[in-house]
Every structure is written in structure tokens, then in C-alpha cells.
């Protein structure tokens, strides 16, 4: 991870006192007054301005590439411990010692947040989050200067990242934060200090280390424990979990479709690559919202969007612009074609929950074209638990009920998804499997075979699968694809 810094640089003396660390200089050209203009978690990013922040991780160790940050530029060095061999070395570099370093850039994020005054909005959930998050940004964007996080920077160390690389002007940051047991949104939550918090929805994600799903709810919710006590908490409404939960100081903002709720979405309307929708609150009626994105996922995250930006001062008219301008991020169901095939590539992860929405945005692409076979590849979802077995089944049975064509899965647990689907009724022909998530390339040829002109193709699975390596195997081979 790299970001830079958002007031230009910073000096090491000023991140020492705001970590409680130790300053040390090696060599002879650098002096305590060393600053940087970017900060950089990996040494192969280090460059000249660089900080290099080590971390001690369960594959590496990052003090074990101080020397390599160092030989390519970087002077300044956040860590827990010198190497020794660095001491006397040709090196000449500025370091800081703590003794934790992720809490030192977390220490040091919030510090720099709290040099100049604006809003924050935090933003979790078991899936859309990052989603939310986009359509969020987008509205606000039209009345307030905005930083949101970029691509995945929503862990520990990513949203601290995130936070130092806003510029001064910004008036709203907009902030992913990601866990995956107790305590890391709690964490997150008081280093960013919000003002509007928002819990997307509880799934089953995670449920290898948080038990159940009142686990993930207790989790979620840990985020109101750095919210301004004049916050705004916004949750939706359609989750039990979520409307049961007991929030002593602030007063839920309940968002939702199916139940009454403080903004709710009605009268829904699946169009070809858009959705129109109405949106009841504080007691009238707004129609005919329209949105560019498929699935009734996609109205929670604009109807999140819609309710901070009313709760926030935007005008209708700024708010509708900005749901309009809402543009999906790195893998997540973007749709275009490969060949005469029309593939919705939605595999930066998956989770129950996100696999059956991805089927009713696939299901009513390939009703309103009307054309070609419903098909999908789904491959492994993680961090399931003992339930692993039993979502896999149901995400193929989901399938087969949906009238689904063809079958591709990828991944050991995702044999489950096709056992799921002969189970909903589909027939073995049409279900192919591939358990081997080291050979992309037979399930490209499986497409490649299999796939016709017009057909609609559902590609997604956990992050872990690397699922895109199939589509860029197809998109390398596209003049094989069968067009008749």
C-alpha cells in the first residue's frame, strides 16, 4: 500500500511526538528534521520522500526490507526495531521506534485528521460497503468538497492510509471500514471519530471467526463507539438484527425496502442496466428515482446515499445528480462483452448474500434482453465456517430455481455450489466443474466451448479465487468463442 501525503509532506520530528516513538538517525545526511511526502507499506513502492512503515505480518515481516525501502530511495522509517546490520551500514536514514507500528499509523492518522475541522461518514457492512460507499461520495460530492477511501483501503492499516492522504480542503471524508473479528471496527471507528455512521446490512461473512450472525451484528455495530455523540446513525431497516440492536445514545436513521422505515424504497423497477425506484420519507413521496446500476442491492446502497444526503442539507436536485453519477469500482458487476457474450464480472468477492443478489441482476439482464442463456461461473466463497457447505448448496439451488442454462464452478467448495443446482434440478450436462483454482484455463476452455452469441455470463466468487484470471484467459482467447 502507498499513499501521499494530502498536505504535501510531513516532518519525522511531528510524527515521533504524535506516536510516543523514539527518533534515530544513522549516517551522516539526514538530521532529525527529515520529512517525507508519501508513506508506503510496501518496500518495492519506497521511493525518495518515502516513510516506510514496517509491519510484522503472518507471511512476512516487513523489518526485513527496511534495507531494500532504504537502497531505493527512502530516508525515513517508521518501525518497531532496528535491524542490526542497518546500524553501520552506507545507509543514511531517519527511523522512528515504537512499539506497535500499526497503532502508530493510527495514531498518527488521527492526529493529522484532527488538524483541520470537516465531516466524516463511516460506512460497514457484511456486503456493499464499498458500494454504499461510491453512491454516498457521488451524492455528496455535488455539495461538499469530498475524500472517500480508494479500492480496498478499509482495514487497520488501509483507512488510517486513507485518512492521511486527505487534502486540507476537504469538507466530508467518506470512509470503508472492513474487519474480520471483534474489535477492528471498534478500533476503526475511534481512530476516524465519524459523525454519520452507516451498517449496510449483517451477513454471514466471517462467520469462521465471529460465531454467528448476532456475532457480526455485535461487531458492525461496534462503530458507534467513536461516533460524535450529536452523530447520525443510519442502519437498515429491513435487518432484525439491526432493528433489535440497543443504541443508548443516538436515535437510528432506519433505511429499508421491505419494512416501514425512516427512507424507504418502493415500487421497484428492474430496467436493462438501470433501476427505477420511489423513495418514501418524512412524509412524502419522491418518484421515479433512476439509478445506473442493476439489483435491489444497488437500491439500498442509492437509498443510503439519498438519506445522508437529505439528513446532510443537499437539495433533491443535487442529491438525483449525484446518484446519477454514481460509477461502479474495480471488479464489482461491471458489465460489458466479451465477443458476442454480455458478462457481468462481479468477483472482487462474494458472500452468500452478494452471490443471490449477483443472480437477480443476472436473471433480469437475461429476461430483458431476451436473447442467448442464462449462465453463471461462481466460485469459492471463504470464511463461512461449518456453514460453508450448506451456503454453497443454496447459492446453486438459488441458481437452478432462477432458470439458469449453464453452470461453471470454480473451486473445491464450490463443487457445493453444483451439487446446490442438480439438487434445484438442473441436470449434470449442464454443470461444469473445475475444483483446481491453480488451472484458470480449463475453466476458459469449459467457456470457451460452451458459451454461444448472446448468451449472459455471471462471473464472481471470493477474492481469494482470483476469478478474473478466467475472464482475462477468455478475453485472450475471444476469437475461439463460438459465434452462431
Known amino acids: ?42 518496500s518495492r513502492e519506497a521511493e525518495q520522500g518515502s516513510l516506510f512503515i514496517a509491519l510484522s505480518g503472518e507471511r512476512a515481516d516487513g523489518h526485513d526490507f527496511i534495507g531494500s525501502a532504504l537502497s531505493l530511495g527512502a530516508q525515513c522509517v517508521l518501525c518497531e526495531r532496528i535491524p542490526e546490520y542497518l546500524t553501520d551500514s552506507k545507509y543514511s536514514f531517519c527511523a522512528i521506534v515504537v512499539d506497535d507500528t500499526v497503532r502508530a499509523l493510527g495514531a498518527l492518522a488521527k492526529a ?7 465531516q466524516k461518514v463511516a460506512i460497514t457492512g457484511s456486503v456493499g460497503k464499498t458500494t454504499t460507499k461510491e453512491f454516498v461520495s457521488a451524492v455528496l460530492s455535488e455539495g461538499f468538497a469530498v475524500h472517500k477511501t480508494e479500492g480496498n483501503y478499509n482495514s487497520n492499516i488501509g483507512m488510517p492510509l486513507s485518512m492521511l492522504s486527505r487534502a486540507d480542503d476537504t469538507e466530508v471524508s467518506v470512509l470503508e471500514m472492513g474487519m474480520s473479528n471483534f474489535g477492528e471496527i471498534e478500533y476503526l471507528s475511534r481512530t476516524a471519530n465519524p459523525n454519520v455512521a452507516m451498517v449496510t446490512n449483517i451477513g454471514s461473512s466471517h462467520m469462521e471467526n465471529l460465531g454467528s450472525r448476532e456475532g457480526i451484528c455485535k461487531a458492525k ?46 415500487n421497484i423497477r428492474s430496467m436493462i442496466y438501470h433501476t427505477v425506484f420511489d423513495v418514501e420519507y418524512d412524509g412524502k413521496t419522491l418518484k421515479n428515482i433512476t439509478i445506473p446500476a442493476m439489483g435491489k442491492h444497488n437500491v439500498y446502497a442509492a437509498l443510503f446515499a439519498f438519506s445522508v444526503g437529505v439528513r446532510m442539507g443537499l437539495s433533491t436536485e443535487a442529491i438525483l445528480s449525484g446518484l446519477c453519477n454514481y460509477k461502479p ?55 463461512l465456517g461449518t456453514s460453508s457447505e450448506l451456503f454453497h448448496e443454496q447459492v446453486g439451488k438459488e441458481f437452478a430455481d432462477n432458470g439458469g442454462d449453464l453452470l461453471f464452478t470454480f473451486g473445491s467448495s464450490a463443487d457445493g455450489i453444483a451439487n446446490g443446482a442438480v439438487f434445484g434440478g438442473m441436470v449434470n450436462e449442464k454443470i461444469f466443474r473445475n475444483n483446481d483454482i491453480k488451472n484458470p ?44
Do not use: W
Open 441 to 484: 484455463a480449463l475453466s476458459g476452455e469449459m467457456l470457451l466451448h460452451s458459451l454461444k452469441a448472446g448468451d449472459v455470463l455471471l462471473v464472481k466468487a471470493s477474492r481469494g479465487a482470483a476469478l478474473e484470471r478466467v475472464l482475462t484467459y477468455l478475453k485472450q482467447n475471444s476469437d475461439r468463442l463460438c459465434r452462431a
Open 1 to 42: 500500500m502507498k499513499i501521499n501525503v494530502g498536505c504535501g509532506r510531513l516532518a519525522m520530528v511531528e510524527v515521533a511526538r504524535v506516536c510516543n516513538g523514539t527518533l534515530c538517525t544513522f549516517g551522516g545526511d539526514v538530521n532529525v528534521g527529515a520529512y517525507f511526502n508519501n508513506l508506503c507499506t510496501d
Open 112 to 118: 493529522y485528521d484532527s488538524r483541520s475541522a470537516h
Open 221 to 266: 455495530m461496534e462503530i458507534v463507539k467513536g461516533l460524535a455523540p450529536d452523530g447520525m446513525l443510519f442502519l437498515n431497516g429491513d435487518e432484525p438484527l439491526l432493528r433489535a440492536y440497543k443504541v443508548e445514545e443516538h436515535t437510528p436513521i432506519f433505511v429499508g425496502i421491505d419494512t416501514e422505515c425512516d427512507f424507504r424504497a418502493v
Open 329 to 383: 469500482v474495480g471488479m464489482r458487476q461491471n458489465i460489458y462483452n466479451i465477443g458476442d457474450v454480455t458478462v457481468i464480472e462481479d468477483c472482487y468477492n462474494a458472500s452468500p448474500e452478494s452471490m443471490h443478489a449477483a443472480i437477480g441482476v443476472l436473471r433480469d439482464l437475461y429476461r430483458g434482453r431476451g436473447i442467448g442463456r442464462m449462465t453463471a461461473l461462481l466460485g469459492d466463497m471463504y470464511e
